[in-house]
Structure formats: C-alpha cells, structure tokens
C-alpha cells in the first residue's frame, strides 16, 4: 500500500477504536505511559504485517484488541513486578466499543505518521535493531545472533534509537531541548559492518 492508502486504512479501520483500545488497556495499566507504549506498539505490528498476513484479516477491531492484548501480555511479562490480578483479568477480559472523536482519530494519525517517519529516518543498523527489539520483541541475544553482532552493541543501538526518536519528535512538535548531534551512536565493533 502505498502512505496515502495506509493513513485510510488506518483511518477506517484502526484509529475509530482508539478510545476504546486506551479504556480496554486502562484496566490492566495506571500508567498512561505504559498504555501509550502498549497502543504505539500494537499500531507498529499492525503495520508491519505482510500483505498476505493483512489479507487474511476478517475483522480489524477483534484482531486489533487481539494484538493489544498480546502487546500488553508480553510487557506485563516482561516487566519486573507482575501483578497476577492483572493477567487473570487479560484472559477474560471483555471489550467494550466507544468510537473516538474525530480530532482524537486525526491526533492519533497525525502521532502515528510522525512516529514512523522518525523510525525510518534512523541510521539503517539503529532502525533494524530498535524494530526487532520494540516491535517483534526479541531479546538482545537472538538479535545479537540474527544480526551477528555483540549484544552490548544490541543494546546500544537500541538505547541510542529509542533517544533519537523522542527527541526527533520532541523537536517535530515545536519543543525544544538537547541536540541530536550530542547523542553519541552506538560505536561499530569488528561484526557491525
């Protein structure tokens, strides 16, 4: 698909559940931020599907919620203190649909837009290991092997990633603060060619 027929579908198909997307993930989170992240990176897996994968789609709002539950899942997997309130009430939890207002479906599309305009202005190496450690969820080992790097360098990248597109954003929004020239990228070792 091309941008123009990618901001549609999102549009149509994506963005009209946002509000009920955010209050279905405010019962598992208190921190907006942790919802903000768990949104964020369902709409980057939903991006990233193959076009077969996509085509197989019968319906975006249940595959949506789907994906946000496992998104968030896995974060509550991950993080260090896991509440088992919290994953019972994932497994059954229901949905309740309440379609967002216009301006907030064109903030969220507007946001998105930035947001991956950002990720693929990074530098190629920094990009691929942000996406395989934010998006696909590998851990620093496996990226180290697919990538055949070390996993210190993983790391690196994906801190010096995570840095630059916030304040890349920061700085798309009008804000100001630290220059990007003064964050140091990760240094290449013998294996990051």
């Known amino acids: 698909m091309n941008p123009v027929e990618i901001n549609a579908w999102l549009a149509k198909e994506i963005l009209v559940h946002e509000r009920a997307l955010r209050g279905y993930l405010s019962r598992f989170f208190k921190n907006v931020a942790d919802i ?14 193959s076009d077969p994968a996509s085509n197989a ?7 949506l919620f789907t994906t946000a539950r496992n998104v968030a899942l896995d974060r ?7 509440s088992l309130d919290a994953l019972a009430e994932m497994g059954s939890a229901d949905v309740l649909d309440q379609a967002p207002g216009a301006d907030e479906a064109l903030n969220a599309r507007q946001e998105l837009a930035l947001l991956l305009e950002t990720i693929a202005s990074l530098p190629n190496r920094c990009r691929e290991t942000l996406t395989l450690r934010k998006l696909y969820g590998l851990s620093q080992r496996e990226i180290a092997q697919r990538l055949e790097i070390t996993e210190s360098t993983v790391e690196k990248h994906v801190a010096y990633g995570v840095r630059l597109c916030a304040e ?7 804000g100001t603060g630290k220059p990007v020239d003064k964050i140091a990228p990760a240094r ?6």
């Open 188 to 193: 290449k070792g013998k294996s990051d060619g």
């Open 168 to 174: 890349r954003m920061y700085a798309k929004r009008g």
């Open 57 to 63: 789609v019968r319906n975006w709002h249940a595959f």
């Open 36 to 49: 903000e992240d768990v949104v964020q990176e369902t709409y980057a897996r939903l991006l990233a599907l």
């Open 76 to 82: 509550i997997r991950r993080s260090r203190v896991v």
